[in-house]
């Protein structure tokens, strides 16, 4: 009985079903069972027999494990330096005035700090021989730490033993799958390597053009409204350098302000140039703008530069800069800064502060260096004329980069010969987000003095109008 | 052990007796130079009655009855005092540093003194459990009590930035033992060093220095030559050379940020291993994390030890190249997962060959305290046509007779491994990284690699740091100090492990590595283990989850050529006490009666 009324059950499910469901139906079924059967197709492909295996692997031919390098690559060539970098500097023999060199306020000369360092090397010994977590702290870091937060007026600071795994480090601790970075597209190498690991959503705006950023917020905006849930969890973020540094332009500071405060993103700033060289206290491009430094969600700076020393650091609130010292990568596995360079860093803070007035001769120094390099007649420069990192291209572009390095790299090399140390930009193009176009880059040192950058200027424009 | 005194020929002339860690005094047998450090015995106790440091209570109140065994009847040394240094008075012995002593074949040798005990069930239900009761009580503290933790302020409306569980598990589980981690120093990491004594007054949230100093012996830092040092011909040279070429270069290597000593480093390195050529880098992890990323690309295959360091995995996520791991150490299960590699070839591109398959692995794994085994590894990869980088952060220096890291202590060609990597940190008491190999990589690094077009070139007094202590390394200096300095590295290593397996704690790891992992298992007894060593006056470090997988919580020593057997024997009285009193004593293995001579 019950077997009937199964029977007529499942007939009257047949007849009651319309055709278009029957035929959808099988054709799901036939394809349940297409991809069962694949699927197990694919693991018949996976048992190979031992001897199959044997000739795969008797047979495989990898690729050798570098490509051969051209020896005329021009990266195989570096320039020897045979003195201690300063304003003067001793290259392949020749001695120069430097204008390559990112030693902005000449404190790689200061004899004062060396000594203090030295001091500090007899006290520590050289190496720290352990990450930060394992014995590796000493006071000197937490004094840097204290020093640098105070400072910039913000709660806490966070040191890290090499510039360029500062800023890599820092963004991939926030930003993980899923959310969204805003990215000036001029951002340097160590920046897109923090974007890399991070494995975010990357979108890149025109360099320094604040109305792109914004279409691209709108466009955002518009894809939340269609997936509010979504938008609830990602977070978003802006990331831009202080000065460039590959372009020497500033960044528009208070526009991207306005524009975080608007689609509610968290600002991260790479101050690896501006730190210690804009603004009246040396404080950056958010004393350069009179910006309120709460404003930026993290600050972050390379002591590379007009530190004079190695390493880098991250400033922010206690609420954000604390979190790395769980999750910054290089922070947590490297060994930490060597005590010395450590305290290097704490006496040229002690010049910041005792000495403000380095940084408004920094400025002068660049701005008249900007007015004279921007008269070259083969040459045009870029960059802010207060920034100490300025650029200069060939005013006539040559077909290809790899033409317009050449010819650069000869007037550096000819320049060299001549008494003024410039160097064209080291760039690794294969690996940049895009290939960058080659220049010479400036940096500029507070010790320079006028009649310094009019030589500076007669020997380009002479080696540059013979060369080009 | 007991004839090193004779040996040495050093006599002490004042003798310590140990506390036996609740601030009393042992019962020492050289009553009569108690007095004058009486009293500082007790101000150096006085100063851990802060809550940071709350010991554990001993259970024995009196000191325990001396074993000679076990435990040297008198203990010369204590890291509060100025001891007299012996350096390295102990004349070279017999025992060898490498291997080839039994009949048994080197792979089986190798896998015999590897050792990793497994862990007794009982103890693996309890470290489960004090894991679940620590995770309840800190949801149950979280719901109870407001986080005394800063707040965004500011950011109204904005998508939280750090992920639940992560906040949680740092502020309710970590924050109970975080006063053993990032403890702040104030002298030299060489085989002593001075603590800053701070402590916190609200578990754990904030910590306060006390203004006082704790001098401690130093198991913790990752300085095996003993080239961590202030004075010497090292530090005389580094200051030499910071003086004569300034603190660093504001550039990198591709601008103006080459000298004739970075150009003498590199060349010296390759001299070190035996290669055609080397590159150097301004800091160890970035070698890594830089470097990988230029060797591989997104159709490469990289087969990396489960136990590989942070860095190695760093490198590989941003080399977009396929990664499989396999087991620790087991070479069973690389040669699975490279002939499934190879065979099926890259799935993303429909089983396509790989252009090419890489083998990752360490010299010596610094959380495990093992050693690779380079020989089958180089035979794997010829077998499978495979490259192989190693990654000899902790070895280079510690292992081998000429301290040249693994492949001198396997008597390998080092030219058999394709990339040698390692850090200037450790060994070298520096900072920095190096990759060897053939001149074809080398250049092509030269001209691919992140770190030397972008990054900043090392300092000078750093590079010259390498530069001395790789001379003396090799004897270039004239002198055997460096063969002492990698002999006496090897006798300590040999003594501490052995006497550690005799007191009946798990040890993890070959006989032969520096880093020595003790298996504590309980995530509260690292934290225990800790605090009491450094009332002992011992630096250690430890290692939880996240760091380790939860049931292997351990403490970390390392060893350094600069301990002497005072140090190490005064370390092991404390480890045997403190494993009495809080059950650190798992090994089941048979525990060798007779003294370990040293």
Redesign the interface.
């Known amino acids: 009985m019950v077997a009937i009324q199964l029977f007529n059950e499942i007939g009257s499910i047949f007849r009651n079903t319309p055709t278009f469901a029957l035929v959808l139906e099988t054709l799901l079924v036939i394809t349940v069972i297409w991809l069962l059967l694949h699927r197990r197709g694919g693991g018949r492909r996976r048992q190979l027999t031992k001897e199959e295996e044997d000739r795969i692997i008797a047979d495989y031919e990898p690729e050798p494990l570098v490509a051969d390098t051209d020896p005329e690559h021009p990266l195989l060539r570096t320039r020897i330096v045979q003195s201690k970098v300063g304003k003067h500097i001793r290259v392949d023999g020749h001695d120069c005035l430097n204008l390559g060199s990112h030693n902005y306020l000449g404190f790689l000369e200061d004899q004062e700090i060396l000594e203090e360092a030295c001091k500090s090397l007899r006290k520590y010994g050289v190496g720290s021989c352990g990450p930060r977590g394992f014995y590796g702290t000493m006071d000197v870091h937490l004094d840097l730490e204290d020093r640098i937060a105070k400072f910039m007026g913000l709660e806490e600071a966070i040191v890290y033993s090499y510039g360029f795994s500062t800023v890599a480090s820092a963004i991939p601790a926030y930003a993980k799958r899923g959310d969204i970075i805003f990215v000036d597209e001029a951002v340097n190498f160590a920046i897109q390597k923090g974007l890399d690991a991070s494995r975010s959503t990357i979108v890149f705006f025109k360099h320094n053009d604040v109305e792109d950023l914004e279409r691209l917020l709108i466009e955002m905006e518009k894809r939340d409204q269609k997936n509010p849930k979504k938008a609830l969890k990602t977070r978003r973020f802006l990331v831009a350098e202080g000065i460039y540094m590959n372009t020497g332009e500033i960044c528009p500071l208070p526009e991207l302000v306005a524009l975080r405060q608007k689609y509610k993103l968290r600002l991260f700033l790479d101050e690896s140039i501006s730190f210690g060289t804009m603004g009246q206290g040396g404080r950056g491009v958010t004393e350069h703008f009179n910006v309120d430094r709460d404003e930026i969600d993290l600050i972050s700076a390379g002591m590379e530069g007009s530190m004079a020393t190695i390493g880098g650091f991250c400033v922010g609130s206690h609420f954000i800069a604390e979190h790395q010292r769980l999750s910054g990568l290089g922070y947590i596995f490297s060994a930490s800064l060597p005590p010395m360079l450590t305290q290097a860093a704490i006496s040229a803070l002690d010049r910041f502060e005792r000495e403000p007035k380095i940084f408004g001769q920094l400025q002068s120094k660049a701005k008249s260096l900007h007015q004279k390099f921007s008269r070259f007649t083969k040459l045009t420069l870029r960059g802010n004329e207060l920034s100490p990192v300025k650029h200069l291209y060939l005013a006539q572009a040559a077909d290809n980069f790899d033409k317009e390095l050449k010819l650069l790299t000869e007037v550096a090399d000819k320049c060299i010969a001549r008494g003024v140390a410039i160097v064209q930009a080291a760039y690794l193009q294969n690996r940049e987000r895009q290939p960058v176009r080659p220049s010479i880059r400036i940096a500029v040192n507070r010790l320079l003095e006028d009649a310094d950058i009019a030589t500076a200027f007669e020997v380009i424009e002479s080696v540059s109008n013979a060369v080009l | 052990m007991g004839n090193f005194d004779g040996d040495s020929g050093t006599v002490f002339e004042q003798s310590y007796a140990t506390t036996n860690g609740n601030g009393k005094l042992a019962n020492g047998n050289g009553a009569a130079s108690f007095s004058p450090p009486e009293k500082e015995e007790l101000l150096s106790q006085r100063k851990f009655s802060a809550p940071a440091y709350t010991e554990i209570r001993t259970r024995r109140c009196h000191s325990k009855p001396t074993n000679d065994a076990k435990s040297p009847s008198l203990i010369n040394y204590h890291p509060e005092k100025k001891s007299t240094s012996n350096g390295h008075a102990s004349a070279l012995s017999e025992s060898k540093p490498n291997q080839a002593e039994g009949k048994l074949s080197p792979a089986e040798e190798h896998r015999q003194k590897t050792s990793f005990e497994e862990v007794p069930l009982h103890t693996a239900c309890l470290t489960y459990l004090g894991f679940y009761l620590l995770m309840i009580l800190g949801y149950i503290n979280q719901l109870l009590f407001v986080p005394k933790?800063?707040?965004?302020?500011?950011?109204d409306?904005?998508?939280t930035?750090?992920?639940a569980f992560?906040s949680f598990y740092?502020r309710y589980v970590?924050r109970r033992i975080k006063d053993c981690?990032?403890?702040?120093?104030?002298?030299?990491?060489?085989e002593e060093?001075t603590l800053?004594d701070r402590v916190t007054d609200d578990y754990g949230w904030s910590f306060k220095f006390t203004g006082t100093e704790t001098r401690c012996l130093?198991l913790?830092?990752?300085?095996y030559l003993g080239?961590?040092?202030?004075?010497g011909r090292?530090?005389d040279e580094?200051?030499e050379s910071?003086?004569?070429?300034?603190?660093?270069?504001?550039?990198?290597?591709?601008?103006?940020?080459?000298?004739?000593q970075l150009?003498e480093l590199e060349a010296q390195t390759a001299r070190y291993f035996g290669v055609e050529d080397a590159i150097v880098f301004?800091?160890?992890?970035?070698t890594n994390?830089?470097n990988l990323?230029?060797?591989l690309g997104p159709n490469s295959l990289v087969i990396s030890d489960e136990k590989n360091?942070?860095?190695i995995i760093?490198g590989l996520?941003?080399s977009g190249a396929t990664t499989k791991v396999f087991k620790h150490n087991n070479m069973r299960d690389l040669e699975r997962v490279l002939?499934q590699g190879?065979?099926?070839g890259n799935p993303k591109r429909g089983g396509q060959?790989?252009?090419?398959?890489m083998i990752l692995v360490e010299g010596i794994f610094s959380m495990e305290g093992s050693i690779v085994r380079l020989p089958e590894v180089i035979a794997l990869k010829k077998?499978?046509?495979?490259?192989l980088y190693l990654d000899e952060a902790h070895s280079v220096g510690a292992m081998g007779s000429r301290g040249r890291g693994v492949t001198d202590y396997f008597n390998v060609d080092p030219k058999e491994v394709?990339?040698l990597m390692g850090?200037?940190?450790?060994s070298?008491?520096?900072?920095g990284g190096y990759l060897a190999g053939s001149k074809?990589?080398i250049?092509?690094?030269?001209?691919?690699s992140?770190?030397?077009?972008?990054?900043?070139s090392i300092?000078p007094?750093?590079a010259q740091?390498i530069l001395t202590s790789m001379k003396t390394i090799m004897g270039e200096d004239g002198t055997d100090i460096g063969r002492k300095k990698i002999h006496q590295l090897a006798r300590n290593t040999r003594y501490f492990r052995r006497r550690l397996a005799q007191l009946g704690v798990i040890t993890y790891g070959h006989e032969d590595s520096p880093v020595v992992p003790m298996l504590v298992y309980l995530f509260s007894k690292i934290g225990a283990v800790v605090r009491t060593l450094t009332t002992r006056h011992i630096?250690a470090?430890g290692a939880g989850f996240p760091a380790t997988p939860i049931m292997e919580g351990r403490i970390r020593f390392c060893l350094s050529a600069a301990h002497t057997k005072e140090q190490l024997d005064f370390a092991l009285e404390a480890i045997d006490e403190i494993a009495d009193d809080l059950g650190l004593k798992y090994s089941r293995k048979p525990r060798d009666p007779n003294p370990v001579v040293y």
């Open positions: 933790v800063a707040t965004e302020k500011g950011r409306g904005y998508v930035l750090y992920d992560e740092s970590y981690w990032n403890r702040p120093i104030c002298s030299v990491p060489g060093l800053k130093n913790g830092s990752y300085n080239f961590a040092a202030a004075t090292c530090a580094s200051e910071a003086r004569q070429s300034g603190l660093a270069f504001c550039s990198s290597r591709c601008e103006l940020g080459d000298n004739e150009r301004g800091m160890g992890f970035a994390a830089l990323p230029s060797l360091h942070a860095s760093l996520r941003l002939r190879i065979c099926h060959p790989w252009d090419k398959v077998k499978y046509k495979a490259y394709d990339i850090t200037f940190t450790k070298f008491g520096s900072a074809k990589l250049d092509f690094l030269r001209t691919n992140h770190a030397h077009c972008y990054a900043a300092s007094p750093i740091q630096a470090v």
